[in-house]
Each structure stands twice: as C-alpha cells, then as structure tokens.
C-alpha cells in the first residue's frame, strides 16, 4: 500500500463530515442574520477539519498502543496497530495537522477576540482526552457526551459566533440535532465493535449499556434529529426555512432497521457510512433553510 493511501486511511475521511456539517450550518445561519464572512468560515472550516484529522491519528495511535486494534476487529484499517505507518510517523503528522488548526485558530482569534482561544484549547484537550492519558473518557462510556458537546453545541454555535462575534438562540437550537446525529455516528461505529472493545477492556457507552439498549439509544439520537427539527421550526424557534430537512426523515429508515438487525460488521459498516450521509445531508439542508430565513 502506498504511504499516500496510508495517510488517507488514518485521516479516516468518511469521518470528516462530522467537522464539516457545523461550520456549514454556522454559515448558514450567518447569511440569514446578513453577517456572513467567508475568511471565518474558511478558517473555521480548516480548523474543524484539522482537528478532526488530529483526533482521529490519536485515536489511531492510542487504540494501537492499548490493543483495542486487534485482528479480530471489524471495520476499516487501522494504521499504526497494521504496522503501515510508524507510531512516531503518525505523531509527526499529528503534530503538523494541529499546527494547521492553531494557525486557523489563531486567525478566528483575531477577529472574533478570545472565546475562540478558549474554545480551541478545549477542543484539543478533548481530542487527547478522548483515548489518551491515564484515564481516557473514550475508554469509561464518556465519548457520546464529549462528542455531542464538542461537534454538536461547540462546534456549531462556535461556526456561528466567529462571523460576529454573537451567539443567537437559533444556533444553540441547531445544535442540539446536530450534535443528536454526530453522535449516532460513534454509537453506529461502537455497537459494531462492542464484542471486540469489550474483550479488549475498551469499555465504550456500548459496552456498558450491551447490544440492545445502545440500539434504543442510537433511534432516540436520529429520530430525535428530526423531531427537534420539526419542533423548533414550527414554534419559529430557528428560521422556518430549516424545515426543508424534515422530509429527509425516510432516509434514517433503513439505517435504523441495519442497527436494530444486524450483528455483522459489513452491514453495520454501512450503516455507519448511512448516518455519516444523512448527517451530511440534514447538515446541508439546515444551512440552506437557515440561509433562506
């Protein structure tokens, strides 16, 4: 396998959409309040997209280093624990993709004051924390809340805040299914590799919960998508315009039925590559109904 192919493998860029979609929905809604600028959402965007690279060659390199990587694991390959890239190989590029993010960061700082400093630092700590560390909270059935807060809440209301420096009650609303399907991205991705994490002591929300209450929760995370969608848009809560991304609801249906059924990890692969689709078009369609007003 080529070193390039490598490197693409452990940026792991079915993924990225779960960096993409807040910035995007952020924007969104900066064009509605008529504040859109496009040097922040191009720096917001290459700092969310860093920082997700980042994470995920951490996340590559700490799994290796405690054994959850084993043979027996179903779903794509991991680099370092496949031997393809070099434990210190991945730190370099993980030292240069976060380079790239604290560059971006510096730039939102400049012209959106120091919140923003704040919430990078936060973020980073977060990326390390996750499967890092003595104690990492990826390992203790923390990693759903940390996502959900970080590329729901932060992430969203931060994409929003950098064009005026205002956080309005929209972008918090938003939040909330956003980071509902973000979420169900790492619920879809734990509920497949719930045999191998738990006989490797990786003790995800999964692990803890079993089987069929993690599928419970991972309908509450898309059905819930839609229902807040819905809700808000009605009472005028976020603009009327974000309705546009009920009718993709029919779409969940198939995916939520894969979790529900299926044990197998090619079908449960594909589930997760499903949300991560549907996140992305709900994504979009909320930017544009937000755009619209």
């Given amino acids: 396998m080529s070193n390039a192919r490598s490197w693409w493998i452990a940026a792991r860029p079915h993924t990225l959409w779960a960096a993409f979609v807040p910035v995007v929905v952020g924007a969104g809604l900066a064009l509605g309040d008529d504040v859109f600028r496009w040097d922040a959402f191009g720096a917001a965007l290459m700092g969310a997209l860093a920082i997700q690279v980042a994470a995920n060659f951490v996340n590559d390199i700490f799994d290796a280093r405690k054994g959850a990587d084993t043979e027996e694991r179903i779903g794509p390959t991991r680099v370092v624990a496949t031997g393809l890239l070099a434990e210190r190989v991945v730190w370099t590029g993980t030292v240069l993709v976060v380079a790239v993010a604290v560059a971006a960061g510096v730039y939102l700082i400049v012209i959106a004051g120091w919140v ?104 509450f995370l898309v059905w819930g998508t839609f229902i807040t969608i819905l809700i808000f848009g009605v009472v005028a809560w976020t603009p009327r315009g974000t309705l546009l991304a009920v009718p993709a609801a029919p779409l969940a249906v198939p995916i939520v039925r894969t979790i529900h059924q299926e044990t197998q990890g090619p079908p449960l692969i594909q589930a997760l590559k499903g949300v991560a689709r549907l996140q992305l078009l709900v994504g979009v369609l909320l930017a544009v109904g937000s755009a619209l007003g």
């Avoid at 700590?125 to 890092?132: D, E, K, N, R, T």
């Avoid at 807060?149 to 956003?178: C, K, N, S």
């Avoid at 509920?191 to 994490?197: A, F, G, H, L, N």
């Fill in 116 to 219: 923003i400093a704040a919430v990078g630092i936060a973020s980073l700590l977060a990326m390390l924390g996750y499967v890092g560390g003595p104690k990492p909270y990826g390992y203790f059935g923390l990693g759903e809340v940390f996502v959900f807060v970080f590329f729901g809440l932060v992430a969203t209301v931060g994409a929003r805040y950098v064009h005026d420096m205002t956080a309005p009650q929209e972008a918090w609303l938003l939040a909330i299914p956003i980071g509902f399907l973000v979420t169900a991205i790492l619920v879809a991705n734990n509920v497949r590799d719930i045999d191998t994490d738990r006989a490797t002591g990786k003790n995800t929300l999964a692990v803890y919960l079993g089987r069929n209450r993690t599928r419970v929760l991972f309908g």
